[in-house]
């Protein structure tokens, strides 16, 4: 029986390990890159090479950073005492798009989804209550998405935080349904953002 080189096959295996790609659009991706084109190919290569070598996250919010600050923490006229909690690097930047947000991000990496078997220690809960009580901020905007696993982890995180004494905020509805942050253009994550609400614990 033929079989594809075993490179090809390397690759087709490593393609199916990323999030959302079956092997079947994997086998069609390599085919692509390996038989249609080969600088794309060499290109592609040197781009993972370089974000596997300098992006790491950043030491203090977490989001994707090639030095071990990220320019908004490294930036000092943020305002100190607001901050956006957030799931995905990709809510930061879609935050951040708005361009009315001057304050902090902590992003967390993850959500409590005891359903499919992801506990908190997923997220950088540790991290941000170690900033919540270095850092001046008196108010967190719990910018979970508006999910079930997302709605229950905000409610974890909220009762966490009731013991800082921080002020607890949710952004308004408004963000679509499923919630996703980075879907949301930037005038109803501003309108989400001004019409946020206390929340108590
Ligand atoms: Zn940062």
New binding site residues.
Partial sequence: MIAFPPALQRLIKELSKLPTVGEKTATRLAYHLSANDRDLARSLGAALQQVAHDVRL?E????L?EGA??P??QNPSREPSVMWVVEKPVDLVAIERGGEFKGQ?HILHGLWAPLRGQGPETMRLKELMERLRKEPVKEVILATSATVEGDATALYIGRMLSEIGVKITRPAQGIPKGGELEYADDVTLSRAFAARSTIQF
């Avoid at 203090?60 to 989001?63: E, I, S, V």
């Fill in positions: 950043c203090r919010c977490f989001f950073s600050l990220c908004l923490c991000y």
